[in-house]
């Protein structure tokens, strides 16, 4: 009895190890699906935790400044996501919520409180709460489901496109079919020369989590490339966390 015990525990084991490994293994051949299927495999996918508390290794360089931080990552989900950044010492630390953007700097002394205009001077794109949420964990930064798309296979990637693109910038989702996260999404303003590309190189699987490992953004404009490199060292889900922000007196307001 003993053995036979033993012997089913192994099976079972190996077949779960066997599941975890499916669900983001690389080699999975992109099927002919339709965009409405590979839009609900997306959305159900998507992030259902109530904390993050991540460690991060951030590269920020626009052709005038290149620095590398270690940021620390809160996010309490729909609610706040809170960053600091440091290098030695506090550089920065950003809190936002889905009304608010608020920053100040002990090294530079300099702070913001507002809009999203801070960030959208940041990436060149206007972006909101739920959108800036979804990129950190690799979803779609609009809802999928809302819109009618087309879908093309390339490179053996989904790629989905709106039937009927914004009338200011045209918007691309690369979707991996092994685990139906954001490989690379797109946004395009031909008009005005700017563009946004967040990529996903890589994701890990953190408790039956798929969460990205790297995410790269390049925003592009008529006078300079920014890029930003965010390398997730440790991910926590679910745990208490505490985020202290009080902007001290006497520091300069930025205007955007």
Same mark, same amino acid.
């Given at each position: 009895m003993k053995i036979l015990k033993y012997s *089913?525990?192994?099976?079972?084991?190996?077949?779960?190890?066997?599941?975890?490994?499916?669900?983001?293994d690389a080699n999975i051949i992109a099927k002919n699906i339709s965009a409405r299927k590979v839009a609900k495999k997306h959305d159900l996918g998507s992030f259902d935790k109530k904390t993050v508390d991540a460690k991060l290794k951030v590269n920020f360089n626009n052709g005038k400044t290149n620095q590398g931080l270690s940021v620390q990552l809160k996010m309490k989900k729909d609610e706040v996501i809170y960053l600091r950044g440091t290098k030695?010492?506090?550089?920065?630390?950003?809190?936002?919520?889905?009304?608010?953007?608020?920053?100040?700097?002990?090294?530079?002394?300099?702070?913001?409180?507002?809009?999203? !205009?801070?960030?959208?001077? *940041?990436l060149g794109v206007e972006i909101n709460f739920e959108q800036l949420q979804n990129l950190f964990l690799g979803q779609a930064l609009q809802n999928l489901k809302d819109d009618k798309h087309e879908v093309d296979i390339v490179d053996n990637k989904y790629v989905l496109t709106p039937e009927n693109q914004n009338i200011l910038f045209d918007i691309f989702y690369t979707i991996n079919p092994s685990y139906f996260k954001i490989d690379k999404q797109?946004?395009?303003? !031909?008009?005005?020369?700017? !563009?946004?590309?967040?990529?996903?190189? !890589?994701?890990? *699987?953190?408790?039956?989590i798929i969460f990205p490992s790297k995410i790269k953004i390049i925003?592009?404009?008529?006078?300079?490339?920014?890029r930003i490199d965010f390398d997730y060292k440790t991910v926590v889900f679910d745990e208490d966390i505490s985020m202290s922000f009080n902007i001290p007196s006497g520091y300069k307001r930025l205007e955007f």
């Open positions: *089913l525990f192994f099976m079972v084991f190996c077949f779960s190890c066997k599941t975890k490994k499916n669900m983001i030695l010492i506090t550089v920065f630390k950003a809190k936002i919520t889905p009304t608010s953007v608020s920053y100040y700097s002990p090294f530079a002394k300099n702070y913001f409180t507002g809009d999203f !205009s801070m960030i959208k001077q *940041l797109s946004i395009i303003n !031909s008009q005005k020369n700017l !563009s946004l590309d967040i990529i996903y190189p !890589s994701y890990n *699987l953190i408790n039956d925003a592009k404009n008529t006078k300079r490339t920014t």
